[in-house]
């Protein structure tokens, strides 16, 4: 059964730091990685997608690194703004029980970036 | 370009009430469609799958049932509610390629309080 687990819980951090927030996961067998990002009260957002092949990703101030084999992912997010505060969500794509695709979620991180 | 619809938003329900949640797809066709449960203090668990119109599968026993009448609608029920049922329902949809790798999708949820 595959776990993800995100640490830590909860972080804040001045505005400006860069920061990495961790995720790991105990089957490696999975297809794809995705980071989201949740805002209080709303739906997720996909921030960046890593394929099992692939070792990172990057969309502007953010970098994304995947080490299948030691089931451990990190979103590195440069120069922190205060609107990057949310909760970000690792998620494994593998297959479940019944042999469909199925994510499995972390329990996120809460990032709060102090002004 | 594709669009996530859900609603309600928000819904007070008593204990033993029936439910209905709904959940459509605009600009895709044969999207595979998801229904994920957030619990407070816990990550977002996958409640059922489809591919397809009468399509649907279960990942864990539970109190609610999913239909999808339409290519892109997909319903959450239930007949009688519980307290455990309170939490944050996301639909997602992803490409019905057959793809492993493709990402998924969510929308912006409903809050269902059961009291």
């Known amino acids: 059964k595959q776990e993800v687990t995100q640490i830590p819980a909860a972080l804040s951090v001045p505005e400006g730091e860069n920061l990495v927030l961790n995720c790991s996961f105990t089957d490696s067998a999975i297809y794809n990685l995705q980071w989201f990002r949740q805002d209080p009260g709303k739906g997720l957002t996909s921030l960046l997608l890593?394929?099992?092949?692939?070792r990172e990703q990057t969309s502007g101030r953010l970098n994304a690194s995947l080490d299948k084999s030691s089931g451990r992912s990190t979103l590195y997010i440069a120069a922190s703004q205060p609107g990057d505060s949310a909760t970000y969500l690792c998620?494994?794509?593998?297959?479940?029980?019944?042999?469909?695709?199925?994510?499995?979620f972390g329990t996120g991180t809460r990032l709060t970036i102090i002004p | 370009s594709q669009t996530i619809h859900q609603w309600p938003a928000t819904l007070v329900q008593p204990v033993g009430s029936p439910l209905s949640l709904e959940c459509t797809v605009e600009g895709t066709s044969n999207p595979n469609l998801y229904w994920y449960r957030q619990a407070a203090g816990r990550g977002l668990q996958l409640l059922f799958y489809s591919v397809g119109i009468g399509q649907i599968s279960s990942e864990v026993p539970q109190n609610l049932s999913a239909s999808r009448p339409q290519d892109r609608q997909f319903i959450l029920s239930s007949k009688k509610l519980l307290l455990s049922d309170s939490g944050f329902y996301l639909c997602?949809?992803?490409?019905?390629?057959?793809?492993?790798?493709?990402?998924?999708?969510f929308g912006p949820g409903t809050r269902l309080t059961v009291l």
């Open positions: 998620a494994v794509k593998g297959k479940s029980n019944f042999g469909n695709e199925k994510l499995t």
């Open positions: 890593i394929q099992s092949s692939q």
């Open positions: 997602a949809w992803s490409l019905g390629s057959g793809m492993l790798t493709d990402t998924q999708y």
